[in-house]
């Protein structure tokens, strides 16, 4: 078990309790609750650092705190960033194949790591591990299935705005007082990284949020902290369907 570095970014809450308060159901075994525990490796990884340090064997990562990118690497030094992850997400890290993936912190961030293969074999033998195993597998193919139709039949300006709904709806906080409906992100990752994850330029990033800014959508603050002023607006230059009545 890797020794748990000291950071003030941590909560106090011991990492496995917060992968058992929201993957384990509260009447596990307790037998089967201590060979999930035997099972996890706790790590911790400053900014920019990679979360798992053998890529030969597939991992499922609870991400305790802190925000990451999963990167695929590719030849000639091509990277590809796959997906955010924040707080809270459990995360299947394949082994290293035709690419070699990479979980990368984007700020000092906590993980619980498990072989994937023996984290899946202790899941099938409890019914309510599965099912909250299975409900993250289908949530993320969803994520992955509208990232696929982003990169496919939309122009950048529907994918910048599109990648804004998705990060107000996984991280979104809204505005101080009860008059602001604003939805305001404090986003963890670089413009580069947006741009790697939108097949965009890092120049193409700064005007299409310029753009947004200009028609009154969303405003700005400094690198990471953007305002969304008018999120079914944004709804529409991400090109979704509007709601069923």
Do not use: W
Not at 70 to 99: C, K, N, Y
Not at 162 to 190: Q, Y
Not at 198 to 215: K, M
């Amino acid at each position: 078990m890797q020794r748990l570095l000291q950071c003030e970014a941590f909560s106090e809450v011991d990492p496995f309790d917060r992968f058992a308060t929201a993957i384990l159901p509260p009447n596990l075994p307790d037998a089967l609750r201590r060979r999930f525990q035997a099972l996890a490796r706790y790590t911790t990884a400053a900014a920019g650092e990679a979360a798992i340090a053998d890529d030969d064997v597939a991992q499922m990562v609870f991400l305790a705190s802190g925000a990451t990118k999963l990167v695929a690497h590719a030849s000639q030094g091509r990277e590809q960033v796959v997906a955010f992850h924040f707080s809270g997400d459990l995360v299947s890290v394949p082994a290293r194949a035709a690419h070699a993936y990479m979980l990368c912190a984007l700020v000092p961030s906590e993980f619980v790591t498990f072989p994937l293969d023996a984290f899946l074999s202790l899941a099938r033998g409890e019914a309510a591990v599965m099912d909250a195993v299975l409900g993250r597998a289908m949530t993320a193919l969803a994520r992955s299935r509208e990232k696929a139709i982003t990169l496919g039949r939309k122009t950048a300006q529907e994918r910048v705005a599109s990648f804004l709904v998705v990060m107000a709806e996984r991280t979104g906080k809204r505005g101080g007082s009860p008059h602001d409906s604003a939805c305001i992100l404090d986003l963890p990752m670089s413009r580069r990284d947006i741009a790697d994850s939108l097949g965009l330029t890092i120049e193409t990033i700064s005007r299409q949020l310029g753009e947004l800014r200009d028609v009154g959508l969303i405003e700005t603050s400094g690198r990471s902290i953007v305002r969304l002023l008018d999120l079914p607006g944004l709804d529409e230059r991400a090109g979704h369907l509007p709601a069923a009545a």
